[in-house]
């Protein structure tokens, strides 16, 4: 569906309901309409009174539909940019019940996936280039924890991972465990660091009050600037 020009990707879902009802999906537009035998040209009066629904909203909150503007679609031949790091990727279609995928040393990710059609191609191939991500870079984000930790910090830790998170750009247990999104690979890398001196410094204080602060702006003096590039580019920092 297009909505002032943002390709708006909508699934449609036919349930038992007196009227139809429209949500703002992770991935897609969801519309749930009344499931109705043999009326099947209301569902194309649901769609347009959803489509009037989201103009609406565009119109009041400019920014509500930009997270679909970000969807990737990967194809071969594709070359993919994750911060400094480009990957050429290369896609073929095989006999297979799961997909694979493997890196080379000429920056080239090679991804094999089922030559079969009951399946989201894009869902697969993206699900690996996370898979890759996450073991790429985690030896990137650890010795940036690690060099951090033993400049200013000098804290045990008991585990660093990196996840695919929307959620946040990072974690601190109170096990010490310290957790950050691949997504993060996508920023520059002094805003990376703002993260990882962010959640080290979550071993001293767990909360967010004046003192904690005081430990981050001792370190990242405009770490506030930091805050505000992940906040403007979070929709475009994903896969």
């Known amino acids: 569906m297009d909505i002032d020009g943002i390709q708006i990707p909508m699934r449609i879902i036919e349930e038992r309901r007196n009227g139809a009802r429209v949500a703002l999906g992770k991935d897609y537009v969801i519309l749930r309409v009344p499931k109705i035998p043999f009326f099947k040209a209301d569902i194309a009066k649901h769609v347009e009174w959803a489509r009037t629904w989201l103009q609406q909203l565009k119109a009041k909150k400019p920014h509500a539909l930009e997270r679909y503007q970000q969807l990737r679609i990967y194809q071969d031949g594709d070359q993919l ?11 073929e279609k095989v006999k297979a019940e799961s997909g ?26 993206k699900s690996l280039i ?65 993260v990882v001196v962010h959640e080290l410094a979550h071993l001293i204080e767990m909360n967010h009050s004046d003192r904690f602060w005081k430990i981050v702006a ?19 920092y994903d896969f």
């Open 81 to 91: 940019t994750i911060g400094m790091h480009q990957f050429l990727l290369s896609i």
């Open 100 to 125: 694979r995928i493997r890196y080379e040393k000429d920056h080239r990710l090679v991804i094999r996936i089922p030559d079969k059609t009951d399946y989201d191609e894009q869902k697969l191939i």
């Open 130 to 194: 996370i898979k890759f991500a996450q073991n790429y870079f985690l030896p990137m984000i650890t010795q940036k924890v690690n060099y951090y930790n033993q400049r200013y910090f000098h804290k045990s830790i008991n585990s660093i991972r990196l996840k695919y998170n929307k959620s946040n750009w990072g974690s601190c247990s109170v096990g010490k465990n310290l957790n950050f999104s691949v997504r993060l690979f996508f920023a520059p890398d002094d805003v990376i660091d703002y």
């Open 218 to 236: 001792d370190i990242i003096p405009d770490y506030k600037s930091k805050e505000k590039v992940l906040k403007i580019n979070s929709p475009k």
